[in-house]
C-alpha cells in the first residue's frame, strides 16, 4: 500500500557527506513517522534515526551530532543528512515508515553507503 524508494547512497571518502531521500507514494494517510534503519554485513539492523510527522526525532548515539533527518510532509519525503562520515557507517540503509516508531510497517530497498578511509 506504501512504497518508499530511497537515493542518495554511493561511496565517499571518511569525513565526507551524504544526503540519503526517501519519497513515499501510496496511502500516505497512514504514516505518522519514517526512519532510517542500516544494517552491515554480519550485524543486526540498527535505527539510525526516526522523525514522527509533528517533527520529534531522535538517534542512535553512534550517530548523534554528526546525521541530521528531517521531513518534508508536503513532498512525502524523509532525508538523512550524514556528515563526518566515518568507515564504520558503512552499511546498506534503509528507509522505513509507519503509524507510529513503534510500527513501520514499510520498508524501502536499500541503498549501500560505503565510507572509505
Known amino acids: 500500500q506504501v512504497q518508499l524508494v530511497e537515493s542518495g547512497g554511493g561511496l565517499v571518502q571518511a569525513g565526507g557527506s551524504l544526503r540519503l531521500s526517501c519519497a513515499a507514494s501510496?496511502?500516505?494517510?497512514?504514516?505518522?513517522?519514517m526512519g532510517w534503519y542500516r544494517q552491515a554485513p554480519g550485524k543486526q539492523r540498527e535505527l539510525v534515526a526516526a522523525?514522527?510527522?509533528?517533527?520529534?526525532?531522535n538517534y542512535a548515539d553512534s550517530v548523534k551530532g554528526r546525521f541530521t533527518i528531517s521531513r518534508d510532509n508536503a513532498k512525502n519525503t524523509v532525508y538523512l543528512q550524514m556528515n563526518s562520515l566515518k568507515p564504520e557507517d558503512t552499511a546498506v540503509y534503509y528507509c522505513?515508515?509507519?503509524?507510529?516508531?513503534?510500527?513501520?510497517?514499510?520498508w524501502g530497498q536499500g541503498t549501500q553507503v560505503t565510507v572509505s578511509s
Open positions: 522505513s515508515a509507519g503509524a507510529s516508531v513503534y510500527a513501520f510497517d514499510y
Open positions: 501510496g496511502s500516505i494517510f497512514s504514516i505518522n513517522a
Open positions: 522523525i514522527t510527522s509533528g517533527g520529534s526525532t
